[in-house]
């Protein structure tokens, strides 16, 4: 509610609680506008780019083949950390942003993207 509307209905006898009530139906209108929107994403396919907390989390997206049955299937950040066992170079380089895949016994696991 601007200032002269407010003004205006003052002049004309309008009473306080209409004006309350008016300003708490704007702000509910403007709330209800806000929540409406969708969040726009950040979506990262380097990994040179993303920070070090996002490369291992949730959030990150890696693609995995299995060399035994020749499947494809996604998987996240932790998941693929858990995979690197005990390869610390592995995992320090990824973290640097040096590799962007790695190799087990019986697959390859590829970063794909990172959505935050």
Do not use: H, W
């Not at 209409?18 to 702000?27: A, D, P």
């Not at 299937?73 to 040096?98: D, P």
């Not at 895949?101 to 590829?110: H, L, Q, R, V």
Request: hydrophobic letters at 40%.
């Amino acid at each position: 509610m601007k200032n002269d509307d407010a003004e205006k209905m003052l002049l004309n006898n309008a009473s306080l609680e209409e004006l309350i009530k008016m300003k708490i139906e704007e702000e509910f209108m403007s709330d209800l506008k806000k929540a409406k929107e969708k969040p726009k994403k950040n979506v990262v396919t380097d990994i040179k780019e993303l920070p070090r907390d996002l490369i291992f989390s949730k959030k990150s997206v890696y693609r995995l083949f299995n060399r035994e049955t020749g499947c494809e299937t996604f998987i996240n950040g932790i998941q693929a950390e858990a995979l690197i066992g005990i390869q610390n170079n592995v995992r320090s380089k990824m973290l640097a942003g040096e590799l962007n895949a790695f190799t087990t016994d019986n697959a390859y696991i590829k970063f794909e993207k990172a959505e935050f």
